[in-house]
């Protein structure tokens, strides 16, 4: 439609400019495109939207993935090297640079820690694995935990690396020893 042409070299546009059918530049410097957008790189100060994407290289963003209309919920990368969950505007779950997985924690102590929502003080467990299956003596343990005392312990273990593996429970009293109560030996034996 050449009548809303001004001139030609340089285009002033009255109502913005209609290339083909699918894409429209306002006059305001906005970019409105429908079907595939294909382009080298993609740099905004503003806002992109769309109804899905797909990526052949990178997405960078600084902060957050956040979910529409739920701006409490989010997956973050909080930290270097650190992937969070959010959720009621809390982060829930953590994923830590040396692999350990804390839940209600920043700071898990074991591959995998898992902590009521009261924290520290609340009750916790604790999945680990000792070192090696042919170095070491304990091979795997689930710890139960209120504060700072440990209640309850489950634990893989054998006498020497070259022994069979036993399961061994064990219970602390408040303020006592950890204390071996049932011990379930390879071949079955209790």
């Known amino acids: 439609d050449v009548t809303n042409i001004d001139s030609v070299g340089l285009i002033t546009a009255r109502n913005g400019i209609i290339v083909g059918s699918g ?6 410097g906005d970019i409105f495109a429908t079907g595939v957008t294909t382009t080298g790189s993609l740099v905004s100060s503003g806002a992109v939207s769309g109804t899905t994407g797909t990526f052949t290289g990178d ?3 600084p902060d957050k993935i956040v979910h529409t209309g739920d701006t409490d919920t989010a997956i973050r990368f909080s ?3 650190t992937i969070t969950l959010e959720t009621s505007g809390k982060e829930r779950i953590f994923i830590k640079s040396d692999g350990k997985i804390g839940i209600n924690t920043n700071t898990p102590a074991a591959p995998l820690e898992v902590q009521g929502d009261g924290g520290v003080n609340d009750a916790a467990i604790y999945f680990t694995r000792h070192g090696g299956p042919s170095n070491d003596t304990v091979i795997g343990q689930l710890l139960f935990r209120k504060g700072t005392d440990s209640v309850a312990i489950i634990e893989a273990k ?4 070259n022994d069979d593996a036993y399961l061994k429970f064990q219970t602390q009293p408040t303020g006592g020893a950890i204390v071996e109560r049932l011990r379930i030996a390879s071949s079955g034996e209790i």
């Open 23 to 28: 894409i429209t530049l306002s006059k305001d």
């Open 59 to 61: 997405l960078t963003i």
């Open 79 to 81: 930290d270097t090297d």
């Open 158 to 161: 054998r006498e020497s690396a």
